[in-house]
């Protein structure tokens, strides 16, 4: 039997001989990995339609100011909220002060607030902004791909993003000389964005008399990533 004064420096070997283990056990488990990325992608017509409008005025009286911009929102509020199929909320409003040549008087107060539509009828919302443009301004419009037709070729796209990286796996373990391969993980994710319109060319368009301009939202393309790891095996 080992003296008692031993014990801690045998049970101490034992730990590092231990965690020695562990380590390699890691690094075999680690050999071979290779990180891929494949990803599909499609053309989708944007089928939804945004306009900021907004309105901006001046008053030495900051309480007039903010009544007179109550009533022009409130007043522009009731008629987008009669036309059908548009979605209205309000966006941002906030006042700032006017200041004279000395730069430290104030002379007056300034106030802008915003309306945003947003709609998948773009005959309706384009008749609505002409109107709306008789008393807001015109902020920004650009177009969208809605959620469930987002959401349908995302899972259309599924399908071909797993193949294009089951391609990009056989085709580095050939490189790599190995007989197959592991699957480790395999992460889907999408992208896309929104496409701003022009303001200048919006504004102009929206405030012609007749007809209701014919509005082209363009396309968005739709990307779903294969993001993964495989363990290659080696013969």
Known sequence: MLPYRLLPSCLLGLALSIAGTAALADDALR???????ADASTEVVQDRMHVTLYSEAQ?????????QTTQTLNAALQKARAQKGVTVSLGSRHSYPVYGEDGER??????RAEIRLESTDFAALSTLTAELLKTLKMGEMHFSVSEAIRKQNEEALMKDAVAAFRARAQLATEALGGSGYKL???????EGGMHPVNRGYAMKAMMEAAPVPEIEAGTQTITLNADGVIEVQMP
Not at 59 to 67: K, S, V
């Open 106 to 111: 104030i002379i007056a107060w300034r106030e």
């Open 184 to 190: 480790v993980s395999l992460n889907l994710g999408s």
């Open 59 to 67: 008053q030495e009286d900051p309480a007039q100011l903010a009544a």
């Open 31 to 37: 050999y071979n990995q290779v990180s891929l990325h």
